[in-house]
């Protein structure tokens, strides 16, 4: 009998990424499909079916060589019923019920969670996590998720929004939250958060800076030109970075000092910045983290990139085979 395998789909709004692994969480195939949000995302889900059993049709392979499909998705996940709600950037404002849809579609059983709480377990079981028990993961996107994993089990609270990392709030009264809160982490440590620093810091900053003068020119300017000024030394691009990096240490010495993960990993774009990102955010960890934990935990920068999704994704299959069996 040879080995059982398993899919992930990492769905965004723009595309699903679709993937065939071994057990192991090594990625033996790829493809994507653009997401067509339009009819109020009513073409999503069908879509995918459509994908799945072309792409089966298409290797030779049947039903009964997967162990389960397992899918990562924007939204508020019920991961038990199989049913996303709001959505957004899906069109999908009333509940989505994809697991029935997916399972009666293709003949294999589905199991799916959010997309945050995906990539952490890829990352936790194949990337800068080791697969260690106890690990914790930020994402700095467009937004700041976040994954808990205890234990080697996924964390998801009474309502399911365990590991919410990016509205822990780091300043208080701070800029206001899509949340409705303020000063939540997100507002200064996601790509937009990073330029909305920059930008009110430009009007206090009176020396010479390449990034300073962009703004005041009304020049493009996102969280990467924000990071390569002060790559080069720029000292206004510096000062941003140490106050990210600041805010993004206190809000991993608050989690280190409840939870002691063996590792912390930073993904998502902003997180491309690597070393020089994770440097600075581990010296100030020293001030916020107990010290024994702070002598404990890692903080380190993800290794998979965009395939942390797909893998974490098909890893919700183990878990949940793992746990009925
Ligand atoms: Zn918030």
Known sequence: MTEKKLIGIDLGGT???????????????????????????????????????HHLDLYNMSQDDFLGIGMGSPGNVNHSEGTVIGAYNLNWRTTQFIKKMIEEGTGIPFFIDNDANVAALGEQWVGAG??????????????????????GELIRGASG?????GHIVVEPHGYHCTCGNDGCLETVASATGVVRLARDMSESFSGDS??????DNGEFVDAKSVFDAARDGDTFALSIVDKVCDYLALACGNVANMLNPSTIVIGGGVSRAGEFLAERIRKNFEMYAFPPIYRSTKIKIAELGNDAGVIGASSLVLNQTFLES
């Open 15 to 53: 595309t699903a990424k679709f993937a065939i692994l071994n057990l192991e969480g090594q990625i033996q195939t790829k493809w994507s499909i653009q997401t067509d949000v339009t009819e109020e995302g009513t073409r999503i889900v069908p879509s995918i079916i459509e994908s799945i059993n």
């Open 210 to 215: 390449s990034l300073k003068e962009s703004i």
């Open 130 to 151: 080791n697969n260690e028990p106890n690990v914790v993961f930020i994402t700095l996107g467009t937004g700041v998720g976040g994954g808990i994993i205890l234990n």
């Open 161 to 165: 929004a365990a590991g919410e990392i």
